[in-house]
């Protein structure tokens, strides 16, 4: 249990500092850096800890992988619309469902303490996710259809990870977390190509031949035409690519305990105890940003730290 904890501990600073590097940065490019800072840290604990390297390990990180990578630039893109205390929890209990599902499914088996644990933690999440003020912020539609793939594609994640050889030790994380690098960084290169090309292709207003932006890309400092190197956009940069890294070091550190809390334990206790990581995620929000919490959602945190005592005594 206290590695399902602190799983969602990790994944909820780690979707937090996301959220905030994709306001900067565009998503996909923040899905990237994070991916290969994560990937760092996963060499280093990979000549540390005891591995078998098997067809299967491999092949279930690199599904898990390409799951993955959908999954976290849809959060971190719906994220960055906002608002994360409503869109982080949606994001959560589908996360959690999925898993629970395939559980059941599995013949998993509760007695009644983890079946209340499970119920009250669902229900925690939702209630965190709850804003009935009229004059909150309210979720778009595209946040919410992307925070519900994401919430899909985190919970087949776990599935797929479920599914890796107990030997195979951190070779299915460093597989998926490679297939992550893989494909974001490559389709971060095929946009800038796209974008280079285009710029090239376009006349500035002082004659053919100059390529001059005609606004500034999504997330950056600056007004439209701003120059690349310009101090506002140095200073939006660099706290975003810093805030993008250690993201990625939260992350990669979230999957080292969630695989560790799988083989150890049960798929549908672990994947719910790693969907209360909205509830750090909204703590975050309500502290660092100042998002104000309504009576419903420390309602939710209450009943999340309840959920957890059960989930323990089970």
Same mark, same amino acid.
């Given at each position: 249990?206290?590695? /399902?904890?602190?799983?969602? *501990? &990790?994944? !909820?600073? !780690?979707? =937090?500092? !996301? !959220? #905030?590097a994709a306001?900067?940065?565009p998503p996909l490019r923040v $899905?990237?850096?994070?991916? +290969?800072?994560?990937?760092?840290?996963? #060499?280093v604990l990979l000549a540390v800890v005891p591995g078998t390297p098997s067809g299967a390990a491999v092949g279930w990180g690199v599904a898990s992988g390409v799951a993955g990578a959908a999954a976290i630039a849809l959060l971190y893109a719906c994220l960055a619309i906002g608002p994360m205390s409503i869109l982080s929890p949606l994001t959560a209990v589908v996360s959690a469902i999925v898993p629970v599902g395939v559980g059941l499914l599995q013949g998993s088996r509760l007695g009644p303490a983890g079946w209340a644990g499970i119920s009250l933690a669902? *229900? +925690?999440?939702?209630?965190? @996710? =709850?804003v009935p003020d009229a004059s909150a912020p309210k979720p778009t539609a595209a946040g919410l259809l992307m925070a519900l793939a994401a919430g899909v594609g985190i919970g087949v994640v776990l599935v797929f990870l479920d599914q890796t050889p107990a030997d195979s030790g951190l070779v299915p994380l460093v597989a998926n977390r490679v297939t992550n690098v *893989?494909? $974001? @960084? /490559?389709?971060?290169?095929?946009?800038a190509l796209v974008a280079l090309s285009r710029r090239r292709r376009s006349p500035g207003p002082g004659g053919a031949g100059l390529a001059v932006p005609t606004a500034h890309a999504?997330? $950056?400092? @600056?007004?439209? @035409? $701003?120059?690349?190197?310009?101090?506002?956009?140095?200073? /939006? #940069?660099?706290?975003?690519l810093r805030l993008a890294l250690l993201c990625g070091v939260a992350d990669a550190g979230a999957n080292v305990l969630i695989l560790l809390g799988l083989r150890l334990g049960d798929l549908t206790v672990m994947s719910v105890l790693t969907a209360l990581y909205s509830a750090v995620t909204v703590v975050l929000a309500a502290v660092v940003l100042r998002e104000r919490l309504t009576r419903s959602q420390v309602v939710?945190? *209450?009943?999340?730290?309840? &959920?957890?005592? #059960?989930l323990a005594l089970d």
């Open positions: 249990m206290l590695l /399902g904890l602190a799983a969602a *501990v &990790a994944y !909820g600073s !780690g979707d =937090f500092l !996301g !959220g #905030l306001r900067r940065l $899905t990237a850096i994070s991916a +290969a800072s994560g990937l760092v840290l996963l #060499l669902l *229900v +925690a999440v939702v209630l965190v @996710g =709850f *893989v494909l $974001t @960084g /490559g389709a971060v290169a095929v946009l999504p997330g $950056t400092a @600056g007004p439209a @035409g $701003t120059p690349a190197g310009a101090p506002s956009a140095t200073r /939006g #940069l660099a706290p975003a939710g945190l *209450v009943l999340a730290l309840a &959920a957890a005592v #059960l």
